[in-house]
């Protein structure tokens, strides 16, 4: 259970930011499966930050992470706008399939789930980003109780327990912080987003150079305009209202 103070803003979320340096980020990865508790890893990008201000418990959800990492460029500019160092850029997209790379090399028994999205994307992407070892899969469209039956009725005694959620905010929020507050092996609650319908190409990357210049999020918009027209081109400048009055 996790013993974070409920915060009164989602602004206050900048605040709470596990900042990563660029050069310490696969020295965090390595103490992220060194733990022997539950941990809830979340990426807080401009989406989640308009959530959290307009829904109280999605803020809440975010607020007790143990380790919320900054997601994108809007974050970043949270980050300056509040005098904050914004460290490295830790999208799920990047950051996961190197976490997973890095979990697949080590020594130590480790039990993989992948809960979320749908077939056949979720045995595809889970097949690539986890290179065909054994995983445990369940689709997006259960309740909260049956993610945590389904994982507790799975997991091995002396293995570590890593969880990732692929199911989009705010679902995946909450769900982790059921699993991580009525687990009692070991456990890394990753919340990944749209990480699997990537890995299976049901959604193309931007090209490196859009993502250089922090522009992946307009590639998104013109493969997708209708689905993300409210994410963007509502919500960059609802994001930018949110910010300047602290909510």
Known sequence: MSTQMPLNSASALIERL?????????????????????????????????????????????AVMDFLLRDGVGIKIACQYKN?????????????PTLMEKAGDSDQ??????????????????KKLLGGRKCHL??????????????????????????????????????????RDNMKAPALVIC???IIDFQAGRFKRAPQIMRKLNLEWLFRLSREPQRLFSRYILGIPKFLFYLALKK
Do not use: C
């Not at 028994?109 to 056949?120: M, N």
């Open 18 to 62: 596990h900042i990563v340096e660029p050069n310490r980020v696969e020295s965090f990865i390595d103490s992220l499966l060194s733990t022997r508790s539950q941990k809830v890893i979340g990426f807080l990008n401009q989406h989640g930050f308009n959530l959290a201000v307009e829904d109280r418990a999605v803020l809440d959800d975010f």
């Open 84 to 96: 904050l160092e914004p460290g490295a850029n830790l999208n799920g997209t990047d950051f996961i």
């Open 109 to 126: 028994t480790i039990d993989y789930f992948v809960l979320g999205t749908e077939s056949p994307w979720l045995e595809q992407g889970s």
């Open 138 to 179: 369940l689709h997006g469209f259960h309740e909260e109780g049956e993610y945590l039956d389904f994982v507790r009725s799975r997991a091995r005694d002396g293995a570590l327990s890593i969880v990732l959620l692929a199911m989009g905010m705010p679902k995946q929020e909450r769900v982790a912080s059921v699993l």
């Open 192 to 194: 990944g987003g749209a």
